[in-house]
């Protein structure tokens, strides 16, 4: 008996969880059908049609098919034998449910017949989609994206259904030398200011003669929407203070906003050139260089003037050493007026193309995003500005994206900071376009608490540690862990319902059983939380096997206080570690 004992208070008790999270899993699963797995003593399943609709000859089951409206009952795998099976899982006795209408109570569905005397556990069906790849040529030179995990994330959409990833309404405003707005691969996704259409025709830029342009029956000279600017159909030149942000035609700076505007902005998906993180997520250029393009003129105007005409996201891939208060209260306006999430370059290291150990502005303001660079494999190759103040460290060397479109054939590869940063701010717009009820604070601080901190076992010099940020971003743990909860097994604790008195559970003897599940801290709350318990040990009669949970939030933990799971051992069983799962 002492084996026994010891047994119950050091054994692992894996609970199989069906979780629903409420809306957030709208899209990952059906809601017109589940899926049921009949008790394995039932014998033969056999359904038949009738004029009430499918019967399968248990009394308590049927109704429940009846009062739900079930369609049609069907062998999930009818191909299965009596040799395909997982231990005392039989494939061949799982069944689809399906219902005649979309249900948005589906999860409630589920674990009533969870319940149902003659089911072991009932689940939910998931929506399977193709792993989708954007069909742009010059795809497969953008090993960043998969870096970031954009490319998982993008699964979240439904793409081969036409729900296309990102966010129309979501906009990034890049703050830098210009954009050769009109590229094939920029005009796309170019951010239109539909409060400047004044002659009402849906657009603020027209195809004429073979080339974009303003249009002309917009500009009418009259700030229309009040923001400050006048005719700013599609952003602002800080440096010539007109509407037409292009970019400068020479110097040594003049296709760098071009090539930043890419990376978040590029047309997704559209048999040309590259693909962009955010694919549908719009792109304002805001120009802040003088015509010789040596530089940034206005920078700080430029971010006032972006978050002015809505911008969501801010983008800076510029700086330097001077701190500033002034530029200090600028950001604090953006940021607590605006509402904007701001992300900046951390800087190129020292003048001679060594590390650099330094504060970089406006990166190392309050309430701005600061990104260093780093190269395949994550590592930080000593050329970079390294410090307290950075935030992530993300992809930042062969970075392609656009460049003028009679340029090397309009895309080129560069490296810096400046690239960095972007990567970051497309993280941040598709983030936001996932979640676009949920607040800035939220989304910015979701994509700091799952970045991978792997960058710190790559990069392992003292030094180091904690001036690369908090790791690299991982968009797609971004948004998987608001969508979903993250439960695991924490503990449990018996009562013995039947006991010869010793407190001791014995063969011969039953327990109720206690678990406590826990949430991972920062994961989307656990609703409807149900749990099935069962046990390969034919010593083990499992007298209850199910057992709901109240919600569980993010870090919290929940227990099956008044529903809990009952189960005896059989008279003849021999002291011996039994699994329960």
């Known amino acids: 008996m002492y084996l026994m004992q010891k047994f119950f208070s050091t054994c692992l008790v894996t609970i199989l969880l069906g979780v629903a999270t409420g809306a957030s899993l709208d899209g990952v699963y059906h809601a017109d059908r589940f899926r049921v797995y009949f008790n394995n003593d039932l014998g033969l399943i056999e359904v038949l049609e009738t004029r009430d609709g499918a019967t399968t000859g248990f009394a308590s089951?049927?109704?429940?098919?009846?009062?739900?409206?079930?369609?049609?009952?069907?062998?999930?795998?009818?191909?299965?034998?009596?040799?395909?099976?997982?231990?005392?899982?039989?494939l061949s006795r799982f069944y689809e449910v399906t219902l005649p209408d979309i249900r948005t109570n589906i999860q409630e569905v589920v674990s009533e017949f969870t319940s149902n005397e003659h089911i072991l556990f009932a689940e939910r069906v998931p929506i399977y989609r193709l792993d989708y790849e954007p069909n742009d040529p010059r795809y497969n030179q953008q090993w960043y994206i998969p870096q970031v995990t954009v490319d998982f994330a993008w699964d979240m959409w439904d793409i081969a259904g036409g729900n296309e990833p990102g966010d129309e309404n979501i906009v990034v405003g890049i703050v830098d030398t210009g954009c050769d707005w009109d590229h094939p691969d920029l005009i796309g996704n170019l951010w239109q200011n539909m409060d400047e259409d004044y002659d009402g025709d849906g657009a603020t830029i027209e195809y004429v003669g073979g080339s974009w342009q303003l249009d002309s029956g917009d500009l009418n000279g009259v700030d229309d929407d009040g923001d400050g600017y006048v005719d700013n159909l599609i952003g602002w030149d800080i440096a010539m203070e007109d509407n037409n942000p292009v970019g400068p035609?020479?110097?040594?700076?003049?296709?760098?906003?071009?090539?930043?505007?890419?990376?978040p902005g590029a047309t997704t998906n559209n048999n040309l050139g590259m693909a962009s993180e955010g694919w549908t997520v719009k792109h304002m250029p805001i120009k802040c260089a003088q015509e010789d393009a040596d530089g940034i003129y206005?920078?700080?105007?430029?971010?006032?003037?972006?978050?002015q005409t809505g911008a969501d996201i801010i983008n800076c891939s510029w700086g330097g050493g001077g701190f500033s208060g002034g530029a200090q209260a600028v950001i604090n306006v953006a940021y607590n007026n605006y509402g904007?999430?701001?992300?900046?370059?951390?800087?190129?290291?020292?003048?001679?193309?060594?590390?650099?150990?330094?504060?970089?502005?406006?990166?190392?303001y309050d309430h701005v995003i600061s990104v260093t660079a780093l190269g395949t494999n994550d590592a930080w190759?000593?050329?970079?500005?390294?410090?307290?103040?950075?935030?992530?460290?993300?992809?930042?060397?062969?970075?392609?994206?656009?460049v003028y479109a009679n340029v090397s054939g309009g895309y080129e590869s560069w490296m810096g900071t400046s690239m960095a940063s972007p990567v970051v701010a497309g993280c941040y717009a598709l983030l936001w376009s996932y979640f676009p009820d949920a607040d800035r604070d939220w989304i910015e601080q979701r994509l700091l608490d799952t970045a991978d901190p792997v960058i710190y076992d790559v990069n392992t010099e003292d030094y180091l540690q904690g001036r690369l940020g908090v790791g690299r971003p991982d968009v797609f743990a971004a948004i998987a862990s608001g969508a979903f909860p993250s439960l695991s097994y924490q503990s449990y604790s018996l009562q013995l319902t039947v006991d010869d008195g010793d407190g001791v559970l014995n063969p011969g003897e039953s327990a109720k059983m206690r678990v406590i599940l826990a949430n991972e801290v920062g994961w989307a709350t656990a609703t409807n939380v149900a749990a099935v318990l069962s046990s390969t040990s034919p010593y083990i009669d499992i007298i209850d096997d199910s057992a709901t949970f109240p919600d569980i939030t993010d870090g919290g933990t929940g227990v099956n206080i008044t529903d809990r799971f009952e189960f005896s051992i059989l008279e003849d069983a021999p002291p011996a570690d039994i699994s329960l799962t």
């Open 381 to 402: 190759n000593h050329w970079a500005t390294y410090h307290e103040s950075v935030d992530f460290a993300a992809p930042g060397e062969s970075i392609l994206s656009t």
């Open 340 to 364: 904007t999430i701001i992300v900046a370059s951390a800087g190129n290291g020292d003048d001679f193309g060594n590390e650099e150990y330094a504060a970089h502005y406006p990166s190392g």
């Open 61 to 90: 089951f049927d109704q429940m098919l009846r009062e739900v409206g079930a369609t049609d009952v069907k062998q999930w795998l009818p191909k299965a034998t009596d040799f395909d099976r997982d231990g005392d899982i039989f």
């Open 249 to 263: 035609p020479s110097g040594p700076d003049r296709m760098h906003g071009t090539h930043v505007a890419g990376v």
């Open 298 to 307: 206005g920078g700080y105007n430029g971010i006032l003037c972006a978050a």
